[in-house]
């Protein structure tokens, strides 16, 4: 059965560093046609897409222009997963983030996962 | 501030036909395909529509998209009360190289 299993802490302080894990059950990190995305959501922002990385024949990356100087998204292919890391963290970073695989549509997401940024 | 923009809110009665918009630009709606979601807190965003116009299996006729130029638009008909919630829209912006969400329309029923 196809699944996405978060893990990571829910609080961090600010300035510190936002790290996630995406567990992937049913597909392949190193799939050719899939894609695998974070996602955040905040009362105040709405649905956000942070960034991906995918295979085709080499790693790839795309990231969101609001996060794009302090992200990284970075497959694990012995584990089967990938990860976000989110530096220099605000308040403003407090979300429910998600992790999805895209196949022309976020078709698969994990459950969520509240961060909360404070000191 | 989102690049698709959606309206804030919108609202009807049981029973009514209720659209939501999302207008973006050349790049992205005028160029790859929209997708809906509908979320509700503390769960997954669920998937609506899908290429423009196309729903996953288990989502009801009554639900409907479409497309023109570079606006998009949901339509729900014969709302029902388990429709309260939030409603985004997105697509894909070849400029970008990103992923774009709309800002997400709360429908709220009457």
């Known amino acids: 059965q196809e699944q996405l299993q978060q893990s990571g802490p829910g609080l961090v302080k600010p300035s510190q560093t936002l790290s996630l894990t995406c567990a992937i059950s049913?597909?392949?990190?190193?799939?050719?046609?899939?894609?695998w995305n974070w996602i955040r959501q905040s009362p105040s922002r709405g649905l956000e897409w942070l960034g991906r990385?995918?295979?085709?024949?080499?790693?790839?990356?795309d990231y969101a222009l609001s996060v794009k100087s302090r992200i990284l998204v970075k497959p694990d292919t012995s584990k089967n997963q990938f990860s976000l890391q989110l530096n220099s963290v605000t308040p403003e970073d407090t979300a429910v983030y998600y992790c999805?695989?895209?196949?022309?549509?976020?078709?698969?997401w994990g459950r969520g996962t509240l961060v909360t940024v404070s000191s | 501030q989102s690049v698709l923009t959606q309206p804030p809110s919108a609202s009807g009665t049981p029973g009514q036909r209720v659209t939501i918009s999302c207008s973006g630009g050349?790049?992205?709606?005028?160029?790859?395909?929209v997708i809906w979601y509908q979320h509700l807190p503390g769960t997954a965003p669920k998937l609506l529509i899908y290429?423009?116009?196309q729903r996953p299996s288990g989502v009801p006729d009554r639900l409907s998209g479409s497309t023109s130029g570079t606006s998009a638009s949901l339509a729900i008909g014969g709302l029902q009360s388990e429709d309260e919630a939030d409603y985004y829209c997105?697509?894909?912006?070849?400029?970008?190289?990103?992923?774009?969400f709309g800002g997400g329309t709360k429908l709220t029923v009457l």
């Open positions: 050349s790049s992205n709606i005028g160029r790859n395909a």
């Open positions: 290429n423009n116009n």
């Open positions: 997105a697509a894909w912006d070849g400029s970008l190289n990103a992923w774009l």
């Open positions: 049913g597909d392949s990190v190193s799939s050719n046609s899939a894609a």
């Open positions: 990385t995918y295979y085709r024949s080499k790693w790839n990356n």
């Open positions: 999805a695989r895209s196949l022309g549509y976020f078709d698969l």
